[in-house]
């Protein structure tokens, strides 16, 4: 038996015995909101700036879009060192741990359900905040490629279309990439080979967007960019250097003799007035990829 050191006390000899951390660093955190049921699930809202506003109009701090929640929906604020929560004459009422509130001041575990929303107060230094950003990453990230997934890119489509309405509609584009002949890669050279083409073509796609842009894998062999603040010009420009440098890279695959070489084909579309709602927005760009696809691949058409 194992002895630790000065106790006495005697201890499994085949677990390895972790120093403590007395540095706090993992354990500290701020206050913050966390989604835990809703369309915007995981997201945090830090509070560290109060007040704030939580509601479904374009002039709330924290915008969740579901019809259920009211335009200015609560506030919440800072009171003598409290954290508070205040009903804004909300349709559905604001809720704590199921009971309707009108104002009342936060307490560590909270739930606070908004429309068809929940949300779970977490103060600070709670070591669960840590948790659930990274339960967080792995609801909103692609497993093979690391990118964001669909359900984040229409999230945040959904998000940039609120901002649209009271902004210059020519501002948001939409790119759909497709890799060309993909299925030829997987028949001649193996599923795996496949998926290496697609990390790496994740990582090359990466390299050439902005900050700002949204980049995800959408499905099988499908990708796509949202581009806030890209016209359609801008976009075409961002999206004819992204077929290039996909042209140039050479794919690299364990157990092959020779590096790849892989194409895709791109379609890009612009945000207009006329459209209703972001479906509008993914069908033209997917006819516009089709339309590349049938004029010879490699190529982007806007």
Same mark, same amino acid.
Request: no cysteine; aromatic share 2%; net charge negative.
């Given at each position: 038996m194992g002895n630790r050191a000065g106790s006495g006390e005697n201890t499994d000899p085949y677990t390895l015995l972790v120093a403590a951390d007395r540095s706090g660093a993992s354990t500290l955190h701020g206050a913050c909101l966390v989604v835990i049921k809703g369309s915007r699930i995981g997201s945090r %809202? +830090? =509070? +560290?700036?109060?007040? =704030?506003v939580i509601g479904r109009g374009a002039s709330a701090d924290f915008r969740i879009t579901s019809r259920s929640v009211s335009r200015s929906h609560c506030r919440v604020f800072l009171n003598e060192g409290k954290?508070? %929560?205040? +009903? =804004?004459?909300? &349709? #559905?009422?604001? !809720? %704590? #741990?199921s009971r309707p509130v009108e104002r009342q001041p936060l307490q560590d575990g909270d739930q606070i359900r908004i429309g068809d929303a929940a949300l779970k107060y977490l103060a600070a230094g709670n070591a669960e905040v840590a948790f659930l950003a990274e339960m967080r990453e792995h609801v909103i990230r692609d497993e093979l490629t690391g990118l964001h997934n669909r359900? $984040? !890119?229409? &999230? &945040? !489509? #959904?998000d940039a279309l609120i901002n649209q309405r009271s902004a210059d509609p020519a501002s948001l584009s939409l790119a759909i990439i497709d890799v060309d002949r993909f299925k030829a890669i997987n028949d001649v050279i193996g599923h795996l080979a496949g998926d290496e083409v697609l990390r790496q073509l994740g990582d090359v796609l990466s390299s050439e967007t902005r900050k700002d842009d949204v980049l995800a894998r959408i499905g099988g062999e499908e990708f796509a960019i949202l581009m806030p603040? $890209?016209?359609l010009d801008s976009a075409a420009a961002t999206c004819e250097r992204l077929r290039a440098a996909v042209e140039a890279h050479r794919f690299v695959i364990e157990g092959h003799d020779e590096p790849l070489a892989v194409t895709v084909s791109i379609g890009v579309a612009q945000w207009t007035e006329v459209m209703k709602d972001g479906s509008d927005l993914f069908r033209d760009a997917d006819e516009l990829l089709y339309r590349s696809k049938n004029a010879g691949r490699n190529r982007v058409c806007a």
């Open positions: %809202i +830090d =509070l +560290d700036q109060l007040p =704030l954290i508070w %929560i205040e +009903d =804004l004459r909300s &349709t #559905n009422r604001t !809720l %704590i #741990n359900r $984040h !890119l229409l &999230t &945040t !489509l #959904n603040g $890209h016209s």
